[in-house]
């Protein structure tokens, strides 16, 4: 169903008009932003007048006037002078010359007592003038969610600001940055997987991993490095990206080298480090060559790293998962000719878990991945269903990822790759 929200063809437009309904179905909603965007109170006493794509006392022009004549996208104001014009931005940054027409048209109107709100993805770089205050699409994400608010009017914005960034992605208008920020994974029964939802909290949570410079500093993790030049489909049972390892760069990255893969699937979300196939003899031979017993002390070293997890989680899942598979061409989806998936306490089952003891997996997994005479991919991680898991569905969720990968660094260490 379109949203009532949708009645320009912009998508900038798109997102001040729903911003200007919510403001001004709320006006408590609507002095709270002021507030929040300039840091000052608008007057208490006067009655607040909001206005889209035209200028006070004119009629809303059409949908490419406003560009032509250099007007804002909404403005706020008062009959005695005061003013708050708003500009939306979103693939491109607005221009010191945009801003000084804006402020200029003001002090033509008679709004001596003016001042722009530029909202925006990202925040310039250096000082901005007077009167001029920056604000990011997520930072206002983030301040809503936040607030205590007494109409749904602001809630209504929050879900039409994450419906926004799906179409944008989707259509690939946003290239850079987030509207909106991580707050977890909310798939269940009441709210069922979704593709293309998938793939936008996807994005957030990468965005948000990137930051972590522990990952570059224990695992060597190349964060600035981008991982899948283009996450497509609409249909797939899970959408997944990863985190480069060192400074290996194009296809080497996921098809030669280990890397650190997230996916979000329908049942649920799997962070592993991921050895590929195609990995390079040298490093395969160091993993195999530690032997069925160097390879089982690996991962009980794994899995005493991952007990952090597990307490913070009962319902995280460690595992070890060899998947054989084969392609029809080298663009279609790979089909799957085996997979052999074992929580990793059932080879080194202390009776502390309800997890029984089956060890041979163990001798199974080593064997097949040392004598492997196909295409077979090895992943060890930490799995997050959503039926079981506590921390999945938390904006903190990022934390228990962070944690996942550091615990799968014996892996790596293995292979001596940190």
């Known amino acids: 169903m379109r949203s009532p929200f949708d009645q320009y063809q912009h998508h900038e437009n798109r997102l001040t008009h729903a911003l200007a309904c919510c403001l001004a179905e709320d006006r408590q909603f609507m002095r709270a932003f002021l507030r929040w965007a300039t840091g000052e109170a608008p007057p208490k006493t006067a009655d607040l007048r909001i206005v889209e794509q035209s200028l006070p006392g004119e009629p809303e022009a ?17 009959d005695e002078g005061w003013s708050l014009l708003v500009e939306s931005k979103v693939a491109a940054p607005i221009s010191q010359n945009q801003i000084r027409r804006h402020l200029e048209t003001a ?7 003016r001042r722009l709100l530029v909202l925006s993805v990202s925040l310039p770089h250096g000082q901005t003038r007077p009167g001029v205050h920056h604000r990011t699409w997520k930072d206002l994400y983030r301040w809503v969610l936040s607030g205590e608010w007494k109409t749904d009017w602001p809630r209504m914005l929050v ?29 269940d029964e009441d709210t069922p997987y979704s593709y293309r939802e998938a793939k936008r909290l996807l994005k957030l949570l990468m965005d948000e991993l990137r930051t ?36 290996v760069e194009g296809d080497a990255a996921f098809t030669k080298h280990p890397h650190l893969t997230l996916s979000v699937g329908r049942d649920r979300v799997l962070v592993q480090i991921t050895v590929p196939n195609g990995m390079d003899g040298g490093l395969r031979k160091g993993l195999v060559g530690l032997g069925p017993d160097g ?32 392609y029809l061409t080298q663009r279609s989806e790979p089909i799957t000719d085996a997979t052999l998936e074992f929580d990793l306490r059932t080879a080194f ?7 029984k003891a089956q060890p041979e997996w163990l001798g ?25 898991s ?22 790596l260490k293995a292979m001596n790759l940190n």
């Open 62 to 78: 059409e949908e490419e006037e406003p560009e032509k004549r250099g007007l804002p996208d909404a403005w706020i104001y008062t």
């Open 107 to 113: 002090d033509r109107r008679g709004f001596p007592d």
């Open 295 to 326: 390879f089982n002390d690996m991962l009980a070293k794994v899995l005493q790293a991952a007990s952090a997890v597990l307490a913070k989680d009962t319902g995280a899942v460690p595992y070890l998962m060899l998947l054989q598979r084969h």
């Open 212 to 247: 972590r410079t522990t990952l570059a500093e224990r695992l060597g993790a190349n964060l600035p490095a981008l991982g899948r030049k283009a996450i497509t489909g609409t249909g797939a049972n899970s959408v997944w990206d990863f985190l480069r390892l060192g400074e």
């Open 159 to 187: 879900v039409y600001m994450e419906a926004a960034e799906d179409r944008m992605l989707t259509d690939g208008y946003l290239k850079e940055g987030t509207l909106t920020t991580f707050t977890g994974i909310p798939f």
């Open 390 to 411: 506590v921390t999945v569905g938390d904006a903190k969720f990022a934390d228990m990822v962070e944690r996942s990968w550091l615990a799968c660094g014996p892996l």
């Open 349 to 355: 089952a202390d009776g502390a878990s309800d997890v």
């Open 364 to 388: 199974m997994a080593f064997h097949s991945f040392a004598n492997r005479r196909s295409n077979l991919q090895l992943s060890i991680g930490i799995s997050f269903p959503y039926r079981r």
